[in-house]
């Protein structure tokens, strides 16, 4: 037993240690999505200690263990209803309510149907999938006659992106930030009842052994997209498969450089990913939204055989309504420059070149 404890301490430590090292390289990168899981495991690790006689050093053990564990706690109860904060409801002068589903719908789900189903079942207001093709452009032809307002991206190499709306799209761009094969989107919508807002789809590539080596292309790509918010005037939202934890520090530099609220925060985590494996599920479809935007409802929806949950949002606009600002956090000069060279790396991985967009 002493020797099962020893080395969950050991690996535990490691864990926590590696993220702390701001180096783009996967191996760092990757055990920040697995915080939660990390302090579960070092809480059963203290538990273990208790169980164990005759070492006379354990304590040291037991209290490097609860100070990871603290470490870890002290962050994600942020993204729990036991942190405070303030709830707002709906006023006269807002707008209706909207409500969306965004969903990494797996290119190779060929279960076109059942995300279909799951669609008509909540009747979204509009929708955004990620990683849809030219099959899963057809299969969603279905539905445009209920969504009679699209923007299409369909790619072949996992990155394509489709929205569709019931709300009227005045304007719609295609960003490729950091390279030819990421696509962002920029959608300006307006609703029934006059509130104009702007939403982007995102899905920058994961630091992983199996894709990108390191996080330069997502983090570069994440980072563009908090510059070219910052300067639109009107309410945002940012949604998408981040491949990315909120409690990341280039999640951190994208909240303050776009001057944008998680919702996560005082709510819950939202995990998403893996969608089979709830032990092994992470946080990385995430969402930021300006200081006139109001959740209402953020949640994850059943599994329609993507390897990526649903998420489904509810919410309202409201101009009037200053409760938000102290949510909003800026970056300061030194952060600035952070995320400035985060860009240029990003772009440097498949050579320096302008930002390119297309507009509908």
Known sequence: ????????????????????????HWIFRVPE???????????MTIVLGFFIDGQENIWYYQGALLLMFIHHASTLIKYTPLY????????SHSSQHVRFISANVYQFNK?????????????PDMFLTMESNGDWEKSLSSLEKDYPYQHKVPLENTYGMHFYSKIKIE??????FVTDDIPSIEIYLKTNDGFSFVFFGVHPPPPSPTEEETSKERDGDLLCTAKRVKDIHQPVIVVGDFNNVAWSRSSILFRKMSHLI???????????????????RFPIDLMFHSDEIFISQLK????FGSDHLPVYCELFIDHQNDAQEEKVETATPKEKAEAEEMIKEGKEENGDRDPVATEE
């Not at 404890?5 to 783009?24: C, D, E, F, M, R």
């Not at 999505?33 to 809480?43: R, V």
């Not at 405070?84 to 006023?91: A, C, F, G």
């Open 84 to 91: 405070p904060v303030k709830k707002h409801t709906r006023k």
């Open 33 to 43: 999505f697995g915080k939660i899981q990390i302090a579960c495991f070092t809480l």
């Open 111 to 123: 279960e076109h149907n059942r995300f279909i189903s799951l669609i008509k079942r909540y009747q």
């Open 171 to 176: 304007e719609a761009k295609t960003h490729f």
């Open 1 to 24: 037993m002493w020797g099962i404890y020893l080395s969950l301490s050991i690996l535990l430590l490691v864990l926590t240690i590696l993220p702390k090292i701001q180096h783009p």
């Open 300 to 303: 994850t929806l059943e599994n």
């Open 262 to 280: 998680d919702p996560r925060i005082g709510r819950s985590f939202v995990s998403t990913f893996h969608a089979k494996y709830r032990l092994l």
